[in-house]
């Protein structure tokens, strides 16, 4: 019995100190991508080193950084859908009050593209998790002969809260 006792603290010990931690992390069942084909004045087949998403100001923002620190940013404002439509489906691409906006920024910190027009598909919004394809044409800000494209372009993400 004085074996039996030692060992049953020892059972109860290990049993309580294996319980669930209220910060263990689930993890999401998500393959981060973020890839465009860019041409013009500037091109790249842009394949994301990181990528971040996060809700702002009402705004779904996806960003994809590449190895040289260039990004490609997706940004989709409900506020500009239509009456009814949700974050998943096909949403038009502008510079100003669209549904959704484009945005490179070159490395250097200056240069900056930006959608003019294109196409964004949302195929999946569920569990923080966003998944889309995009297309559009763009022009450098301030100047509107300096011209880009991004085709081919997907991104799945998990999006926080900022």
Sequence with gaps: MKRIFPFLICLCFLTFACGEDPNDVTPLDAEVVFEVNLSGDYSSSFVQDSVSAFLHSSQIIV??????????????????????????????????????????????????????????????????????????EGTKNGDSSSTIAGTNGKFTAVVGEI
């Design 63 to 136: 960003k994809g950084f590449d190895a040289s620190d260039n990004t490609v940013t997706v940004l989709i404002d409900p506020s500009f859908f239509a009456a009814g439509a949700q974050v998943v489906g096909t949403h038009e691409i502008g510079r100003d009050s669209k549904p959704a906006r484009i945005v490179v920024g070159l490395a250097d910190g200056s240069t900056f593209f930006i959608s003019e027009s294109g196409s964004l598909v949302v195929t999946d919004y569920s569990n923080n998790i966003i998944k889309g394809t995009f297309s559009f």
